[in-house]
């Protein structure tokens, strides 16, 4: 038997598999695949390996889901009988869905990094999947060099790549974990100024809250909290009561 042939296979004894590098999908576009699978069909083959009396999906976890929700009861399939490395999976699966629907960055950064823990270098895995290294490097960051709130800006759409690479490298985005400015992603505002503002908050979150009791009358007192006391501010303030 080939290494490799095409069969049409039942969907109810494949699997997708356990730890793809896309882990979600936009339900709205998987309904518009679908209805493309129901006009046209498939088009082009998943591919699969065996796994007992049951196959596991290597490449084209879309169109599985698309076919589902169209209700094929069988789809053609590439089934690959030959053992394969978890890295060259792992770059098989990125050439996949980097050529189709764009890889959320974060969840690219994380298979980039397994395709690397599996011995490729970073430049092997550039050359694989057409990226620069350069990019690769920018993408790697992400994971490395920032913090949740800034990795879930990133994920929203809210922070660039590149910025958020810009920020790693000026150790802004692993610092304290402060709540991303969303005003600062408005138009015409530039990536000094985004690093900017991150930057002044970051040192506000991380500056201690300094407090002050006043004796303003007999038997009164003013409790003062700010990040920023100094005799001139609280002379300012009381001139303001």
């Known amino acids: 038997m080939p290494m490799e042939y095409i069969q049409d296979i ?8 356990p730890d793809p590098p896309r882990k979600s999908h936009d339900p709205a ?3 518009r695949l679908a209805g493309t699978i129901k006009t046209h069909g498939i088009q082009q083959p998943i591919r699969v390996r065996p796994n007992g009396d049951r196959y596991i999906i290597e490449c084209g976890l879309r169109r599985f889901l698309g076919a589902q929700l169209a209700n094929l009861e069988k789809m053609p399939c590439i089934v690959a009988s ?12 990125l050439l996949e869905n980097t050529s189709r629907e764009a890889i959320p960055p974060l ?18 895995v ?11 490097s920018q993408i790697r960051n992400l994971r490395s060099g920032l913090t ?23 150790n802004l985005g692993g610092s ?32 201690p809250l300094r407090k002050v009791t006043l004796s303003v009358a007999a038997g ?7 990040t920023d006391l100094s005799l001139d501010s609280l002379v300012t303030w009381l001139d303001e009561l």
């Open 148 to 170: 949740k709130t800034l990795q879930d800006a990133v994920s929203r759409g809210d922070l660039t790549i590149r910025d958020a690479y810009d920020l790693a490298k000026d």
């Open 29 to 31: 576009a998987l309904q």
């Open 176 to 207: 304290a974990d402060v709540p991303f400015p969303l005003e600062v992603r408005s138009p015409g505002v530039s990536s000094k100024e985004l690093r900017r503002k991150i930057r002044c908050a970051q040192r506000a979150a991380s500056t």
């Open 126 to 136: 550039a050359a694989e999947i057409g990226f620069s290294p350069g990019h690769i």
């Open 82 to 93: 030959g053992s394969v490395l978890p890295s060259q999976l792992r770059i098989r699966q």
């Open 107 to 124: 969840e690219l950064a994380a298979a980039i990094e397994e395709a690397i823990a599996g011995g490729m270098t970073a430049g092997q």
């Open 10 to 17: 039942p969907l109810d004894i494949i699997d997708p598999d």
């Open 220 to 226: 009164t007192s003013v409790a003062v909290s700010s």
